[in-house]
């Protein structure tokens, strides 16, 4: 049998990549379809794959993964990028990428799939399943897009980076070192707490207030996220706090969005962080 995709939704509304862009959105999708692909036709049913997943972070914030492909003995975060061009690694934070016509900087996939995996375990260690977690970056394909790997100084044995190619690869290597540890879990029972996770983060308040803010340009959901974003914590009437990391420069930018749009509760929070 071949291994079951257990959820298989689309982010339509790009809230935590900040992507607007029709092509960019498409090409993105196309690369993940990609990876699901190859990992269908070539995995059994001891795998269970997650696509699009919501994590909570250590801020109580959210995160998501493209792929989080379980095995009773072990977790590969996957982040798949469908660039064109070279890229290289700059820094820790930072890559850039050679494209046709341009030159781009961009945060670190790499950096990014690692965070994914920290959150996710931090999550999984609260009810005592502590399965090593693998993050890898696919690149979909070497023809569009190649590496340079010289260039990774800092990720290349917690998280390489690969092409679609040597995905499969990858992971019987990893199969066969966590043969010799022989901790094993209910790849079922993982996905299950896994997916109740990622459900409970969409119907959270502070979610539909991003999707809000993002996607329906919302004067109130604007002024929440700036005001967040400027506080540290999210807050909707007489609900629980969430912890959020502080982004100043976020916070002002969604609150001009507010203000512009004639939001008088955000004027009057912006000259008062003035002042």
Request: aromatic fraction near 10%; hydrophobic fraction near 35%.
């Amino acid at each position: 049998m071949n291994m079951a995709i257990i959820l298989k939704e689309r982010d339509e509304e790009q809230l935590y990549e900040g992507r607007t862009d029709t092509f960019v959105k498409q090409a993105g999708d196309l690369g993940e379809d990609i990876i699901c692909s190859i990992l269908e036709k070539n995995l059994s049913d001891n795998y269970l794959l997650i696509n699009d997943l919501f994590v909570r972070t250590k801020e109580f914030d959210m995160t998501q993964l493209d792929h989080a492909l379980i095995h009773e003995s072990f977790i590969l975060c996957i982040e798949t990028k469908h660039y064109s061009g070279e890229a290289k690694a700059l820094d820790s934070n930072t890559w850039e990428l050679n494209g046709r016509n341009k030159n781009y900087t961009l945060n670190s996939p790499q950096l990014q799939s690692l965070t994914h995996a920290m959150h996710l375990s931090s999550f999984l260690n609260e009810y005592n399943i502590n399965l090593p977690i693998y993050a890898a970056v696919v690149l979909v394909s070497d023809n569009r897009c190649t590496f340079n790997q010289t260039s990774d100084t800092y990720f290349r044995e917690k998280c390489p980076v690969i092409y679609g190619k040597e995905l499969i690869p990858f992971i019987r290597c990893i199969e066969d070192k966590c043969k010799q540890v022989n901790q094993k879990q209910d790849t079922k029972k993982v996905a299950d707490l896994i997916l109740s996770e990622h459900e409970g983060i969409k119907g959270s308040t502070l979610y539909q207030c991003k999707k809000a803010a993002l996607n329906e340009n919302d004067q109130e959901a604007l002024f929440l996220l700036g005001k967040m974003f400027i506080q540290g914590f999210f807050q909707y009437g007489d609900e629980a706090a969430v912890r959020v990391k502080k982004d100043e420069k976020a916070g002002r930018m969604y609150l001009r969005k507010a203000m512009n749009l004639g939001y008088q509760p955000a004027r009057d929070f912006y000259r008062e962080i003035n002042q």
